[in-house]
C-alpha cells in the first residue's frame, strides 16, 4: 500500500523559511517521481515542483524558482520541499504526490498523478 505523509507546514511570516518533508512508503523513489501541488483558498490546485531522482529531472513552478528548493533522501524515501523568502501567496495546503513522470505536475494536472498525501498548511502572515 502506497503512502504519502507530508510534514513541516505552518505560520511563518513574509520572508521567512519552512521545509516541508514528504516520507513515501510502498513506493521507490528510484523509479517515480515526487511532485508537490499547492492548493489556495478559493483556488484551483496547482504544480509547484518535482523531483525524479532516477534522471535528475526537476521543475520548478515559475513563481517559485529562485525561492524553493526539492531534493530526495533515498535512504530515508523522503523527499524535502525547502521554501525560502516566502510571500503571502505561497499561502496555501501543500500536497506530495507520486507518479512514473513529473508531466503531471508541468501541466498542473491533477488527474495525472497516481498518488496523494492528505497535505500539510503553509500560512504566510504577519
Known amino acids: 500500500q502506497v503512502q504519502l505523509v507530508e510534514s513541516g507546514g505552518g505560520l511563518v511570516q513574509p520572508g521567512g523559511s519552512l521545509r516541508l518533508a514528504c516520507v513515501a512508503s510502498?513506493?521507490?523513489?528510484?523509479?517515480?517521481?515526487i511532485g508537490w501541488f499547492r492548493q489556495a483558498p478559493g483556488k484551483d490546485r496547482e504544480g509547484v515542483a518535482c523531483?525524479?531522482?532516477?534522471?535528475?529531472?526537476?521543475y520548478y513552478r515559475n513563481s517559485v524558482k529562485g525561492r524553493f528548493t526539492i531534493s530526495g533522501d533515498n535512504a530515508n524515501n523522503t523527499v524535502y520541499l525547502q521554501m525560502n523568502s516566502l510571500k503571502p501567496e505561497d499561502t496555501a495546503f501543500y500536497y506530495c504526490?507520486?507518479?512514473?513522470?513529473?508531466?503531471?505536475?508541468?501541466?498542473?494536472?491533477?488527474?495525472?498523478?497516481?498518488?496523494w498525501g492528505k497535505g500539510t498548511l503553509v500560512t504566510v502572515s504577519s
Open positions: 523531483i525524479r531522482i532516477s534522471d535528475g529531472d526537476i
Open positions: 504526490t507520486a507518479d512514473p513522470s513529473c508531466a503531471a505536475v508541468y501541466r498542473d494536472d491533477i488527474h495525472g498523478m497516481n498518488y
Open positions: 510502498g513506493i521507490s523513489l528510484n523509479s517515480n517521481a
